[in-house]
């Protein structure tokens, strides 16, 4: 079964910190996508990221970077220097691939992060 | 930019009453999905189409029903509402792209339900 465990509930730094947020998922599929979701306190869940199985590059966007690693089933997402406005509540989120795929989201449980000034 | 449209942010209505959540979208996609959203549960899919008239159960459907008339509108139907389903209820859509359906999906806002 597909699984996504993101294991820090709540994380609290204060601006400027780096901050990594930790995702482990379970898949018996060879092919699959992860995601990463913004959802800030006006609730609509934003789309940062999204990787496929045969691409463990790791990607940065800004100040934004991911460590995809298939050896220990871990997508993590790093955010540097930090600010107020990273504040908000970040999913992971896996996708089965082809062949019969439906687009299905299995999330984690999400990490609520706050920024402090 | 994708659109997801839902009807309401904040609902209340009672036990027992049939509630209706409405959810549009704008650019044609022909994958829509109704989740909840719970404190320590993350997202739940509920049901989802991937076309006109098709739905298919999600993880949690008991309770709930769809309908999918046009591709643009999902509405999610609380048959006779019960104080567990008091939620956050998000709506989502993506692209199908000739059956590789791992497109990122776009959300709505949200719609805040409680039944009380």
């Known amino acids: 079964a597909q699984k996504v465990t993101q294991a820090q509930t709540e994380i609290s730094v204060v601006e400027k910190e780096d901050v990594t947020l930790d995702c482990v998922y379970e898949?018996?599929?060879?092919?699959?996508?992860l995601f990463w979701y913004k959802q800030p306190p006006s609730g609509e869940l934003v789309f940062l990221i999204r990787?496929?199985?045969?691409?463990?590059q790791n990607e940065i966007s800004g100040r934004y970077s991911w460590n995809f690693q298939k050896s220990t089933s871990s997508f993590n997402f790093t955010i540097t220097a930090s600010q107020v406005v990273d504040s908000a509540v970040y999913f992971c989120?896996?996708?089965?691939?082809?062949?019969?795929?439906?687009?299905?989201?299995?999330f984690g449980q999400g990490t609520t992060l706050q920024v402090k000034p | 930019d994708v659109k997801v449209t839902q009807s309401s942010r904040y609902l209340v209505k009672r036990t027992g009453e049939k509630v209706f959540l409405e959810c549009v979208q704008d650019m044609d996609h022909e994958n829509m999905f109704w989740y909840r959203q719970d404190p320590g549960l993350g997202l739940r899919l509920i049901y989802f189409s991937y076309d006109v008239k098709m739905k298919e159960k999600g993880d949690i459907p008991e309770g709930y029903s769809v309908s999918r008339e046009k591709k643009e509108r999902f509405s999610l139907i609380l048959e006779s509402a019960s104080t567990n389903q008091t939620s956050m209820y998000l709506c989502?859509?993506?692209?199908?792209?000739?059956?590789?359906?791992?497109?990122?999906?776009?959300f709505g806002d949200g719609t805040r339900l409680s039944i009380l």
């Open positions: 989120a896996l996708s089965e691939g082809p062949p019969g795929n439906t687009g299905k989201l299995i």
């Open positions: 990787r496929n199985s045969f691409d463990e």
């Open positions: 898949t018996r599929d060879t092919t699959y996508y």
């Open positions: 989502a859509s993506s692209d199908d792209r000739g059956g590789y359906s791992n497109q990122p999906q776009h």
